[in-house]
């Protein structure tokens, strides 16, 4: 059974820094695409990064670029983002989802398995 798990949000002032990982399990990391997606209140839910750890390859929505890292530890099947200067529109319920094809998608409609979500909330 596919089971991912997102953790890390919190409270966190402008300008401040979170780390969320996202633990995968019940299936070959290699093999998955492992993308981090929000929603916001009222919002749609938007893309924001996403990694295939076969090779490396990432993408970052362009209101996060220079700003949040993700990288993945094989090893321990949790692939992390790294937000940095966080901005209060940053704001949102974060989620990690697994694609059954280790290529870069941005929508979240080529994702085939969701974890719950972790909120992130930046105070200005």
């Known amino acids: 059974e596919v089971q991912l798990q997102a953790s890390g949000g919190g409270l966190v002032q402008a300008g401040g820094s979170l780390r969320l990982p996202c633990a995968a399990s019940?299936?070959?990391?290699?093999?998955?695409?492992i993308g981090w997606f929000r929603q916001a209140p009222g919002k749609e839910r938007e893309g924001v990064s996403c990694?295939?750890?076969?090779?490396?390859?990432?993408y970052y929505a362009d209101s996060v670029k220079g700003r949040f890292t993700i990288s993945s530890d094989n090893a321990k099947n949790t692939v992390y983002l790294q937000m940095n200067s966080l901005k209060p529109e940053d704001t949102a319920v974060y989620y990690c989802?697994?694609?059954?094809?280790?290529?870069?998608?941005?929508?979240?409609?080529?994702?085939?398995?969701w974890g719950q979500g972790t909120q992130v909330t930046v105070s200005s």
């Open positions: 019940g299936f070959t990391f290699d093999d998955y695409a």
């Open positions: 990694i295939t750890s076969r090779d490396g390859s990432t």
């Open positions: 989802a697994a694609r059954d094809e280790p290529q870069i998608a941005e929508s979240l409609y080529q994702y085939d398995y």
